[in-house]
């Protein structure tokens, strides 16, 4: 009747230590699962930090294009301005030149 007891306490034992392993294994996917997770949204997160970095060069690209055009253009106005000027000038010096000959 000893064996009996003995045998029940190896087969308890057993179970429960397979009843652990199996919590512990529950656990360890639940913590896979997780760290998955999270570097998939670590990898999002960078994807769309790249994505965004490129269309702010993009963005800055355009920005300058659009000043330089701004540059161009005031400069051609002011030397038109400055043509004008001198005609005028030029103008007005043959009207003096004219009346008093």
């Known amino acids: 009747m000893m064996k009996f007891p003995t045998y029940a306490i190896i087969a308890i034992a057993a179970v ?25 949204r670590k990898d999002e997160v960078a994807a769309d930090a790249k994505l965004a ?8 690209k355009i920005d300058k294009a659009r000043i330089e055009a701004n540059k161009v253009s005031d400069q051609a106005q002011l030397d038109a301005d400055k043509k004008k000027a001198e005609a005028e000038a030029d103008a007005a010096k043959a009207k003096v030149d004219a009346e008093n000959k």
């Open 53 to 60: 970095t490129e269309q702010t060069d993009v963005n800055a």
């Open 16 to 40: 429960l230590t397979i009843g652990c392993n199996k919590q512990k294994a529950v656990i360890d996917d639940n913590t896979d699962a997780t760290k998955e997770a999270i570097e998939t």
